[in-house]
Nanobody, 123 residues
Framework: KGQLMESGGGSVQAGGSLRLSCAAS????????MGWFRQAPGKEREGVAA???????RYADSVMGRFTISKDDAKNTLYLQMNSLKPEDTAMYYC?????????????????WGQGTQVNVSS
């Protein structure tokens, strides 16, 4: 059973930074692709950033240059460093993992999901 647990969300002012963490069970961390998704009230879930075991990465255009995805294999943890936050970044952020490619995870969703962590950015 996949286990993903996010932390690090909170409330910040525009221009601020947050770092989200996603602690994964060992089996889930072995997934080929892992990433972050977000969903704002009244909007569809969207991909934010993802990486795979071959070193490929993908970012949403809206966060390119501001967000950085990374992972620490020693800690089985995925991170999302978010800088220069904007009010439109306000959403519930979910960690996800899948055995398939980033493209598949991005388009149809992931096999494993965390519970989410809320990020609020005020203007």
């Amino acid at each position: 059973k996949g286990q993903l647990m996010e932390s690090g969300g909170g409330s910040v002012q525009a221009g601020g930074s947050l770092r989200l963490s996603c602690a994964a069970s060992e089996s889930t961390y072995g997934s080929y692709s892992m990433g972050w998704f977000r969903q704002a009230p009244g909007k569809e879930r969207e991909g934010v950033a993802a990486l795979d075991n071959d070193g490929n990465m993908r970012y949403a255009d809206s966060v390119m240059g501001r967000f950085t995805i990374s992972k620490d294999d020693a800690k089985n943890t995925l991170y999302l460093q978010m800088n220069s936050l904007k009010p439109e970044d306000t959403a519930m952020y979910y960690c996800a993992a899948d055995w398939g490619s980033i493209a598949i995870m991005w388009s149809v969703g992931a096999k494993f999901w965390g519970q989410g962590t809320q990020v609020n950015v005020s203007s």
